[in-house]
């Protein structure tokens, strides 16, 4: 009997065992009225099959504050491997990262607004990209939630590297002319 | 009839005798309490009762019945009973000399080293008698003869206290009370600014009650804790009150307090006048601005709001505020669906794949259905004309049903992927609604293979 009980426990199917976490861990971020901020991340795909993101929904930040926009569904297809470790950091140029933050020029610093992200995924047991298709096993709608928040920050005023690059170029020539003033008087 | 109504004119008459005895007879009476043969030339508080009426200093009466009364002193000071007697028809004037047994105690009265604003209230602490101060900021008090204290009382607290010794039928001067009081203001901040949008907190410290910024001027000098009155979480706040100045007391509660904003619809129009949405916990309130969009504050955590006009209840909705954030619930009142694929059977080129309609919000979705399927290739060999657009078999709209808040149902679509090859992609758009379409969503899944 205890074998039988053992034999069912281990032919049921087991969950999906995947997990999404946003960079910075804690999904906390911040920027300055009118920047562009966002979020990496890193998606565990301990399933034997491919995970491939299907939604993103956020609800909860204040349209006061900014706009929200994904990367890993309306910009880029996010398919990760079975048994695999996918990282991405943000990069707003490269448009790589789970998604961007456009705080509003006219947000209040200070301000700070969050949001609930649900993430639709499935697992396939097939390659998506390659040729045959879905299969009975795939699983279908799951999903992921977590939090993010921004907070508006003050510019920190700290020089941005083209600046000091500039600023140093400046010197440099500064020195250069008194120099050569002093030589030859 | 005549015999009847003889009878009862004779009973009439045999009773208009007895009617015409029921005669009451009534007086008026005045009590003077009097010092030195003057009505209480300063402010009186002994009060004094006869077996029908309580007499405070100088009251009358009139209309009282007729008969002997004995007027004692109500709170047992040392005054002998007084015999009157009310008339039918005549006023009793009823004279209580005091004289004997109160004196009057004399003061100068200083705040901060000015003459105060007359006005300033002077108390005895035996119930005798109360004062004010004049122009030049002296006092008058009548006391019962004997120690007693004296109260200096601001606008809202005791400024400062004196003992004395009154003499029946004298003035015995206390010289000068010197008292000190200074100003507080309590602002409720968020994120260091006064509560932008309607707050319900309400704090005290030891003398007074501090709403959501909250001065007082004239307040006894001394050190005070402000504390919050519901017992939510707000850490005390100490702070001085110094002579002459004003202390602005700061509370934050950004570490506590959180920022809920949401649209209201009223009949699916922005609700004109605004709606107030107010928290079930006494911490915040808010209207509708011109858009429908609120802004309440409310403490960390789950919460119900009301949407209310005209003192009834147009909505409830449940937030969950987050200390120092502001969080967006969407459009309140209404239901909230989601939709997703949750299965695909079949072999190409027919598939059917299963819809899983959930009804995310806090009201019941009735007549749920999937309004519309559709599908955008977006990748796999066989995409734009060598893969013909997938034929969607199923008739629209799908009914599913009633569903009460969390709760969800799965209704099948029938799809004809003719020629397009098995790691075709598509765009997935679901579209779905309830409650005779007040309530709609569209959920857009993508990399979805047949």
């Known amino acids: 009997m205890k074998k039988l009980i053992l034999s069912l426990f281990l032919l049921l199917p087991t969950l999906p065992a995947a997990s999404l976490t946003l960079i910075p861990s804690g999904g906390a971020i911040s920027g300055t009225p009118g920047s562009t901020i966002g979020w990496g991340y890193s998606l565990d795909n301990d399933a034997p099959a491919y995970l491939v993101i299907t939604s993103v929904l956020e609800s909860g930040f204040d349209p006061l504050l900014g706009t929200f926009q994904d990367f890993v569904v309306n910009v880029n297809i996010t398919i990760v491997g079975p048994n695999s470790i996918q990282t991405q950091n943000f990069d707003q140029g490269l448009q790589q990262g789970f998604g961007q933050f456009v705080i509003n020029p006219g947000a209040l610093i200070g301000a700070a607004t969050g949001s609930t ?28 939630t977590f939090d993010g928040t921004v907070t508006v920050n003050a510019d920190s005023g700290v020089p ?17 002319r008194v120099r050569r003033t002093r030589a030859s008087s | 009839m005549t015999k009847r109504l003889f009878g009862l004119s004779l009973l009439l008459c045999s009773a208009l005798p007895v009617l015409a005895q029921i005669e009451v007879n009534t007086g008026n009476v005045t009590v003077r309490v009097l010092y030195k043969g003057q009505q209480m030339p300063y402010g009186c508080r002994l009060y004094f009762s ?16 007729t008969g002997s009364f004995t007027l004692t002193e109500s709170h047992g000071y040392p005054f002998p009973p007084i015999n009157f007697t009310i008339n039918a028809g005549q006023t009793t004037i009823v004279d209580v000399e005091t004289s004997s047994v109160v004196g009057v105690v004399s003061g100068l009265v ?61 003035t015995v001067d206390v010289g000068t ?119 309440l504050v409310a403490l960390a955590g789950p919460g119900t709001g009301f949407v209310t006009s005209n003192y009834s209840t147009l909505a409830t909705f449940a937030f969950n505020a987050v200390a120092g954030q502001t969080r967006d619930l969407g459009t309140i009142g209404s239901t909230t669906l989601n939709g997703v694929i949750v299965a ?98 569209t959920k857009s899944l993508s990399n979805q293979q047949p």
Not at chain 2, 50 to 65: D, E, K, L
Not at chain 2, 224 to 244: C, D, K, Q, R
Request: proline share 7%; glycine share 14%.
């Open chain 2, 110 to 170: 200083q705040v901060n080293g000015q003459i105060p604003n007359p006005g300033v209230a002077i108390l005895s602490t035996n119930e005798d008698g109360n004062a004010s101060t004049d122009g030049t900021g002296r006092f008058n008090l009548l006391a019962l003869a004997g120690p007693g204290t004296g109260s200096v009382i601001g606008s809202y607290s005791t400024l400062a206290t004196f003992p004395f010794n009154a003499v029946a039928g004298q």
């Open chain 2, 177 to 295: 009370i010197s008292a000190s009081t200074g100003n507080v203001t309590v602002r409720v901040l968020y994120k260091g600014q006064q509560m932008p949008y309607g707050c319900r907190l309400y704090f005290s410290s030891q003398t007074h009650g501090f709403g959501c910024g909250t001065s007082y001027s004239n307040v006894n000098t001394g050190s005070f804790t402000l504390t919050e009155s519901h017992g939510y979480p707000f850490p005390p706040v100490n702070f001085t009150i110094n002579a002459g100045q004003t202390t602005i007391v700061d509370v934050e509660t950004s570490g506590v307090v959180g920022v809920v904003t949401g649209l209201v619809r009223v009949n699916g129009q922005i609700p004109n006048p605004p709606v107030a949405i107010i928290s079930s916990r006494e911490d915040g309130q808010a209207s509708t601005d011109p858009t429908g969009r609120f802004y």
């Open chain 1, 160 to 176: 941005e590297p083209s600046a000091i690059i500039l600023t140093s170029l400046g010197l440099l020539c500064a020195a250069w």
């Open chain 2, 50 to 65: 006869s077996q029908t009426h309580g007499f405070g200093c100088g009251a009358s009466y009139t209309g009282v019945t």
């Open chain 1, 117 to 144: 992200f649900l993430v639709n995924y499935d697992l396939l047991i097939n390659d998506p990209n390659g040729p045959l298709g879905s299969n009975p096993g795939d699983q279908y709608g799951l999903e992921f």
């Open chain 2, 344 to 441: 695909k059977s079949g072999s190409l080129p027919t598939k059917q794949w299963s819809i899983r309609i959930q009804n995310t919000g806090i009201n019941t979705a009735a007549n749920t259905q999937l309004d519309n399927f559709t599908l955008v290739q977006t990748f796999g060999s066989g995409a734009g004309p060598a893969c013909n657009a997938p034929s969607v078999t199923s008739t629209f709209p799908i009914a599913a049903g009633l569903l009460a808040p969390g709760t969800n149902v799965t209704v099948p679509v029938s799809i004809n992927f003719g020629n397009c090859a098995p790691n075709a992609r598509f765009t997935a758009t679901l579209t779905y609604s309830a409650n005779g379409g007040s309530a709609t969503g």
